[in-house]
C-alpha cells in the first residue's frame, strides 16, 4: 500500500533563518505531488506542484521554492524566512491520470516563525 | 484562489442527528471532492463526484452535485462523536495535474 511521510511535525524558526520541509511517498511511481499551506481556521492554499522529476510548477508569488530530487521525494525551501510563511504546511500526492483521482495526504507540518 | 465557498462556516449537532454540508464554486469542474480533516492533522479523502454524475454514497455519507448551480452538498446521516472535524469540498478543473482548489471548510461539531 501507498503511505506518505512529513517531516517534521512541528518547527520552530528565527526570521530570516532557511528551511527544508521534506515529504516521502512509498509505493508508487511517478506520482504527483503537491505543497498546500494552511492558514488557521482557512482552506488550504496550493503552493506547488509536480509532475515529474525536475518539474515544478509555483501557483504563488512567495518565499518559497520547491524541488523534486528523486520520483517520489518533494522538498520544500526557503533561504530567508519571513514572519508570514508561518502556517500548516501539506504535503499530498495522486496517481498521474487523465481521469478522476483524489489526493492523499500527509500529516503535516506546522512551521512557527519567531 | 479559493473557489469553494462552503456553507455553514460552522454547524454544531447532537449526536444521531444528520448533517448536511454546502459547497459552492464558480467555474466548470472535472470533479468535486469532499475531505475531512482532525484538528492538527493532514486531510482524509472521503468522496469524489465526477461532472456528470449527480449523487453519491459511501457507508453514513451522501453527495450531491448539481452543476447547473454549480453546488455540492454533503449529508452525514446518523452523526456520531467521532464525525467531529473539518470538512471541505475541492474541484478538479482538469488537466494531468489534477490540482485542486479547496473552499474554506465547514467546523463540524457532534455533541454526545
Known amino acids: 500500500s501507498q503511505t506518505i511521510h512529513q517531516w517534521p511535525a512541528t518547527l520552530v524558526q528565527p526570521v530570516g533563518s532557511p528551511l527544508s520541509l521534506e515529504c516521502t511517498v512509498e509505493?508508487?511511481?511517478?506520482?504527483?505531488l503537491y505543497w498546500y499551506r494552511q492558514a488557521a481556521g482557512r482552506g488550504l492554499q496550493l503552493l506547488f506542484y509536480?509532475?515529474?522529476?525536475?518539474?515544478i510548477s509555483s501557483e504563488v508569488p512567495q518565499n518559497l521554492s520547491a524541488s523534486r530530487p528523486q520520483d517520489r521525494q518533494f522538498i520544500l525551501s526557503s533561504k530567508k524566512l519571513l514572519l508570514s510563511d508561518s502556517g500548516f504546511y501539506l504535503c499530498a500526492w495522486s496517481i498521474p491520470s487523465a481521469g478522476h483521482q483524489p489526493q492523499h495526504f500527509g500529516d503535516g507540518t506546522r512551521l512557527s516563525i519567531l | 484562489s479559493q473557489q469553494g465557498e462552503e456553507d455553514p462556516q460552522a454547524l454544531s449537532i447532537q449526536e444521531g442527528e444528520n448533517a448536511t454540508m454546502n459547497c459552492s464554486y464558480k467555474?466548470?469542474?472535472?470533479?468535486l471532492q469532499w475531505y475531512r480533516q482532525n484538528s492538527g492533522r493532514g486531510l482524509v479523502h472521503l468522496i469524489l463526484?465526477?461532472?456528470?454524475?449527480r449523487e453519491k454514497h459511501s457507508g453514513r455519507l451522501r453527495v450531491t452535485l448539481d452543476t447547473s448551480k454549480k453546488s455540492s452538498s454533503l449529508l452525514i446521516t446518523a452523526s456520531r462523536a467521532a464525525d467531529t472535524a473539518s470538512y471541505f469540498c475541492?474541484?478538479?478543473?482538469?488537466?494531468?495535474?489534477?490540482?485542486?482548489?479547496f473552499g474554506q471548510g465547514t467546523r463540524l461539531t457532534i455533541n454526545p
Open positions: 463526484i465526477r461532472s456528470n454524475e
Open positions: 475541492a474541484t478538479d478543473a482538469g488537466g494531468g495535474a489534477q490540482k485542486l482548489v
Open positions: 467555474t466548470s469542474i472535472n470533479n
Open positions: 509536480s509532475v515529474g522529476i525536475g518539474q
Open positions: 509505493g508508487t511511481s511517478n506520482p504527483n
